[in-house]
């Protein structure tokens, strides 16, 4: 029978699945959204961002797939705020569920509202306070996580990724976020985590990973942030 000779070369192989997948990963391909979030934060960015640090820190902090899947839609853009929403003709009003002032951006809700620095900037307070760290939170890792991700930033990308859960939470329900609340979800997300680690009997891992960090969670009390 006639066979089209672009597929002579695939379906001539013993191993046809394996050549095919050596064809699609054989080339670097980045995301035109990275692409654009290299545009877009040009000015802040000291270089272009590298593919492989910023889905390594998506799918690699965590196992917890609900957080890798928000990480995986801000990383590409997709994520269904306001701005996005319009965009595709879901909505005909963009502006900010929080604070009702600015364009419900993928940046606008996690870095620059009015209503979500000041829970960064607590957040880096009390980090500090228990334990002893000291944490810039700025526009590149609070979108991309601390990369290339290693055992010193794991700890840090994990609650970065939960403070972003918690807002966009708040930001589908319709409330405002407030530190306590994200405190006592990163402490909830900690246990989980914990949990998880126990159940692979992986323990000493996570006291490896925690060690610098799980005075956040056991020093003192939240009040004593304030």
Request: with cysteine.
């Amino acid at each position: 029978p006639f066979m089209p000779y672009y597929f002579e070369s695939i379906l001539l192989k013993d191993k046809i699945t394996k050549y095919i997948y050596i064809c699609l990963t054989s080339n670097d391909c980045i995301p035109s959204a990275i692409n654009k979030w290299n545009n877009e934060l040009s000015n802040v960015l000291v270089d272009d961002l590298c593919v492989y640090d910023v889905f390594n820190v998506c799918f690699r902090t965590t196992s917890d797939s609900s957080v890798n899947w928000l990480q995986y839609r801000i990383l590409h853009r997709i994520l269904p705020v306001k701005y996005y929403l319009k965009k595709i003709n879901i909505t005909s009003d963009d502006s900010c569920t929080f604070c009702n002032e600015n364009s419900e951006t993928i940046q606008h809700v996690f870095v620059k509202c009015k209503k979500t620095l000041p829970l960064w900037n607590a957040l880096s307070a009390c980090l500090y306070e228990k334990c002893s760290k000291r944490v810039g939170f700025n526009i590149s890792n609070i979108i991309f996580g601390e990369y290339p991700l290693n055992g010193a930033n794991k700890a840090l990308n994990c609650i970065i990724l939960y403070t972003k859960q918690y807002i966009f939470f708040c930001l589908k329900q319709n409330r405002v976020p407030v530190f306590l609340g994200l405190y006592n979800y990163l402490h909830l997300r900690y246990k989980i985590e914990k949990s998880a680690y126990l159940y692979k009997m992986e323990n000493e891992k996570f006291e490896k990973i925690w060690s610098t960090w799980s005075g956040f969670f056991t020093t003192g009390s939240f009040n004593d942030t304030s």
